[in-house]
Structure formats: C-alpha cells, structure tokens
C-alpha cells in the first residue's frame, strides 16, 4: 500500500491512496494523444445518458423535439428556444469539445488569430480527466478583425455582434459560440493585455496528435498557466470552487516534477497565490519551497 506524504488528499475521498497513485502512473503513462481517447469517452457517455433520460421522459418526441429538450437541459432554455428558430434548427449531431476546439481553431487561424484552450478542457488533458459542459478559448483578437470573425463564423455558428463588441470593451470578459451541428458551446475570452496574459499567450503548447494530419493539432494552455489560471479563478470564488481546486491538483499530481515550478513560484509572488499554490502542491504530494 502506498504511503501518502504529510498532507496529501486524495482527488475523491472514497478512494484510496494506493489505488489513487496507481491511477496516476497508468495516466502518466500515456501520451496525450491517448488522454484524448479517454476524455472522449467520458464525454460521448455523459452525451448519450443525457439523450437516453430525455428520450424515456419524452417517448413519443421528434428529432427536433429531441434536439429541443437535449440543449435546454444542457445550455438552459434560452438558448433552447434560440436555436429552436427555423434558422438555427438542424439535426443533432453528438460531440465533444475537442472536436468543436478543432473546429474554432481552424477558422481562427484562417484569420490569423492567436488563441490557446484553456479551462477544464486544458485541465482533463493534463491532469484528471472531468466532463465539462463547455470549451475555454483566450483569443487575441484586434478590433479590425471583428468582422471578418463575424463572416466567418456566422456559417457555422451562432455568435452575436453586441457580445463580441461587449467583450471587445471590456464591458464583459468573454462573449459565446454555439456549433449549430453539435449545440456545443464555446466561451471565447478575449486576451488581456497585462503581463500574465500575455505570458500565458506567449507559453502556449502545440499538442500535435498522433497518427493524425497536422490540421489536427490545436493550441493548449501550458499546464503551469493551467494551474494558475484556475488558482485565480478558485481565489474569484472565495476558494469555494471545489472543481477548481480538483483540477489543480489533477495537473499538480499529473505532470508532477516536469512542471517549471520557478516559473509558478514567480506568477504566485506577482498573483499574490503563493500561499494556494503552496496548499496545492502539500495537498498533491509535491514540496514547494517560496
């Protein structure tokens, strides 16, 4: 049986500590191309529940009553009856975030915009795999390129001129898209201009996958800005985030001594998290000195 270090928790707490090691050095093992496959089955599982209870609760529903009930209960009835218009209705296709990630990313780079994922989509690579209900995207976008984000997207997605131009000053932080096939959702924040953020945009990583075209391959959040972009987050909601928290110390347990703890030691000083990110490394097993 393993020996946990002194203030080591477990991600769950009914699950033990040597099977928890054990479950990060098979994790450990695989290549991110192989942590793909598996987030993606827990996504396509999650999927396929949901339309399994809508479909025995409404056993007599078309495709389009389908569809309807399916993206209420995941995006809320707004969007529902949004994307219910005759404009907007079209067969339901299930994917997962990855797939819309390639999506974005391709139309994004047609423009020459810089972006990275972020979130829980960057975090289920790089740490413990979770479902989420949607993708994180940092863009950096300058104001003559609005439109032509517009123009392209608006064959593919629903996206809103005012939420762009909402984000675009700094009234919000992020503005939607919904893949008009998928219905699945994607929060597009737009790049800050303050040191970190364009030290997250600068550290950038290209996971190109395996046995796979290179017009596969997106940009990912460094798993070091993963961890401190989700301690700021965790912080914003008083350190009352529990999922937040759980992802952080997926990556920390994860990635373990291949992270650039200087690099996080530096940020956690600047970001005033020093004494968070010290918690989740004692609460991961690792020992950080500041």
């Known amino acids: 049986m393993a020996i946990a270090p002194v203030g080591y928790k477990t991600q769950s707490i009914d699950t033990a500590v040597d ?15 192989q942590r793909e496959k598996l987030m993606l089955r827990v996504f396509k599982k999650a999927a396929i529940f949901s339309l399994t209870g809508i479909k025995s609760l409404y056993p007599n529903a078309s495709p389009d009553e389908i569809r309807y009930h399916y993206v209420r209960k995941r995006l809320g009835l707004n969007i529902a009856e949004l994307l219910n218009s005759p404009e907007y209705n079209k067969e339901l296709m299930i994917e997962d975030p990855i797939y819309l990630a390639r999506k974005v990313a391709v139309l994004l780079e047609s423009l020459g915009i810089p972006y990275y994922i972020g979130g829980s989509v960057a975090s289920s ?23 032509s984000i517009l123009d392209a997207f608006s064959k593919y997605f629903y996206i809103s001129e005012i939420a762009i131009d909402d984000a675009m ?52 959040c460094s798993p070091e800005d993963t961890i401190l972009q989700k301690l700021v987050w965790y912080r914003m909601t008083k350190n009352d985030s529990q999922r937040q928290w759980r992802d952080v110390l997926g990556v920390l347990k994860l990635q373990g001594d291949r992270l650039d703890f200087d690099y996080m030691q530096k940020w956690a000083v600047e970001l005033s998290l020093s004494d968070l990110l010290e918690t989740a490394c004692t609460e991961s097993g690792i020992e950080i000195f500041f």
């Open 169 to 220: 000053c700094g009234r919000t932080s992020s503005f939607n898209i919904i893949d008009l096939e998928t219905t699945e959702k994607a929060d597009i924040f737009v790049m800050r201009s303050d040191a970190f953020a364009i030290s997250k945009m600068e550290r950038k990583q290209l996971y190109i996958p395996v046995n796979r075209p290179k017009s596969d391959a997106i940009y990912l």
């Open 19 to 33: 099977a928890e090691v054990y479950l990060f050095s098979l994790w450990r093992q695989m290549d991110l191309t």
């Open 125 to 147: 690579l790089q740490g413990e795999i979770r479902f989420t209900e949607d993708l994180d995207l940092v863009v950096n976008i300058k104001s003559t390129q609005v439109q």
